[in-house]
Nanobody
Framework: VQLQASGGGLVQAGGSLSLSCVAS????????IGWFRQAPGKERESISW????????WYADSVKGRFTISRDNSKNAAYLQMNSLKAEDTAVYYC????????????????????WGQGTQVTVSS
């Protein structure tokens, strides 16, 4: 499975961006999708996931209330709508997919995801 992430760019603080992640295989619809980000000089962090069946979601506290994850299984795609962006949201954003089923406030580890997109740069100017 190959994932193609897109939608990054330069935006002013307070603005919005929408990231997309498109998979090459329809099995994508059966798997959990996650979004991660890595800011300069920092470790990659998990910020959101969405389950395959009931579309339950989770968000890290740093993005809760501002970001929305969604998926469209008919298009083998997932999205991350990012609103009220802050300078600290500047990072490379990655989508990933895996066959595990998280629940509640579970924070997934990178190893739980089997396939990764190439990353898309988001830069928020203050």
């Amino acid at each position: 499975v190959q994932l193609q992430a897109s939608g990054g760019g330069l935006v002013q603080a307070g603005g919005s961006l929408s990231l997309s992640c498109v998979a090459s295989a329809s099995t994508f619809k059966y798997w959990t999708i996650g979004w991660f980000r890595q800011a300069p000089g920092k470790e990659r962090e998990s910020i959101s996931w969405i389950r395959p069946s009931d579309s339950s979601t989770w968000y890290a506290d740093s993005v809760k209330g501002r970001f929305t994850i969604s998926r469209d299984n008919s298009k083998n795609a997932a999205y991350l709508q990012m609103n009220s962006l802050k300078a600290e949201d500047t990072a490379v954003y990655y989508c990933a997919t895996g066959r595990f089923l998280p629940d509640g406030d579970y924070v997934p580890a990178e190893y739980e995801f089997d396939y990764w997109g190439q990353g898309t740069q988001v830069t928020v100017s203050s």
